[in-house]
């Protein structure tokens, strides 16, 4: 089994920037893909940014050239740097990985979601 740890959502005026964490343990082979979603309320999930392992960053065209996504590897763990924040990006943001279990199961896991409040 794979626990996501997802931390530093919170409130924040427009303008400003948070970091997202999200760590990943139990029995992991190799992270294949990490990743953020979000979801506002009344509105389905939606895919915000994600890194293959060995290829490039894929982000939602409303969050080029603000969010940044990245990883250590070492730590199991995926970032999510957000600047420039709008009222529009406030959602619950959710964690997702997928990954190659020490005896060769794949699966894809969700964090339980932190909450990302932007005021105007």
């Known amino acids: 089994q794979v626990q996501l740890v997802e931390s530093g959502g919170g409130l924040v005026q427009a303008g400003g920037s948070l970091r997202l964490s999200c760590a990943a343990s139990g029995s992991i082979l190799r992270m294949n893909t990490m990743g953020w979603y979000r979801q506002a309320p009344g509105k389905q999930r939606e895919l915000v940014a994600t890194v293959i392992s060995g290829g490039s960053p894929n982000y939602a065209d409303s969050v080029k050239g603000r969010f940044t996504i990245s990883k250590d590897n070492a730590k199991n763990t995926v970032y999510l740097q957000m600047n420039s924040l709008k009222p529009e990006d406030t959602a619950i943001y959710y964690c997702?990985?997928?990954?190659?279990?020490?005896?060769?199961?794949?699966?894809?896991?969700w964090g339980q979601g932190t909450q990302v409040t932007v005021s105007s």
């Open positions: 997702n990985v997928d990954i190659i279990t020490t005896v060769g199961v794949r699966q894809r896991s």
